[in-house]
């Protein structure tokens, strides 16, 4: 039996600017599904398990190839729509996207550092 990596492409569209970006290690899905579970031991020795609500995420590099790459829509986006499309066909979505990233630019790579929090899901 072969194991594939699942790579896919990824696209967004911020102020009508539309960014693909091949995605080839270059980006981390954090899925959550609206809740993270916590497990602790309590004092008594029982286990407790909270939960929270907490927003999926897209991370990684955006690569620059276009000389007039401008980064202010992108780190004061808000309401964006990323589609993450992977090549057995599952999609991943991430809708009401708000960037919350740094905004860190790498001149050796030649890259844009992303990170956008909103709501996941996935179609597979």
Do not use: C
């Amino acid at each position: 039996m072969s194991t594939k990596i699942l790579k896919g492409t990824a696209h967004f569209k911020i102020q009508g600017t539309n960014y693909d970006s091949p995605v080839d290690g270059g980006f981390d899905i954090t899925y959550y599904g609206g809740q993270k579970y916590e497990a602790e031991k309590t004092a008594n020795g029982n286990t407790a398990i909270t939960s929270k609500q907490i927003l999926d995420q897209v991370s990684g590099d955006l690569y620059l190839y276009d000389s007039t790459f401008d980064p202010t829509p992108l780190v004061s986006a808000t309401d964006v729509t990323i589609t993450i499309q992977l090549v057995n066909g599952s999609v991943f979505v991430l809708r009401n996207a708000v960037y919350t990233g740094e905004g860190k630019f790498s001149t050796k790579e030649g890259t844009f550092a992303i990170q956008f929090d909103g709501n996941g899901t996935w179609m597979i």
